[in-house]
């Protein structure tokens, strides 16, 4: 009974999570939970954010090839004290579909990473900041597309204490006077 009852419970759950890549009005982008990422004051570093199409839908890349498709964009609102750097994203993956088979889209599929340059100040006070922002897409499926969404965003940064400058010594005369 109770191995009957744990499938039923893994079975259920597996269903939800299917059900979850699916919104009331299509498929949805999820993002992968991001780990603290650790910077000094002063100093830049690149934050991954992993993103992922549900399977068998597609988003417009961040350069599709025509200007009347919305492009998939990270837009990101700097905390405190945290400047917001280059955002670089993904090459697409050109591909065509059923509802225009002479026309190649560049789009994203699977999984797709885009990152985030992150520099807090030289002054910043040390400590943990949440970092926030939304990925604006449009998904579609083989015959249509849905209207944009925006996923929202969010990772944390801890900012950690600079090391002092060094010293510099006066310059000593070799010769006492």
Known sequence: MKALFASAL????AWAWAQDDLGPQG??????????VTVMQGKSITVPLLFRVSSGYHVN??????????PTVLKVE?????VIGRTTYPDGQDMSFAFAPDEKLNVYTGDFK???LVRPLHAAQTG????????KYQACDNAACFPPKQLPVSFDVRIAKAP???RKNPAQSAHPR
Not at 61 to 70: Q, R
Not at 128 to 135: C, D, F, N, P
């Open 10 to 13: 893994l079975l259920s759950s």
């Open 27 to 36: 498929p949805l982008v999820k993002m992968a939970p991001v780990p603290v």
């Open 61 to 70: 890349s961040n350069h599709p090839k025509s200007e009347f498709l919305i």
């Open 78 to 82: 700097p905390a405190t004290d945290i």
């Open 114 to 116: 885009v990152d985030v």
């Open 128 to 135: 943990k900041y949440v970092v926030r922002g939304s990925l």
């Open 164 to 166: 002092p400058a060094p």
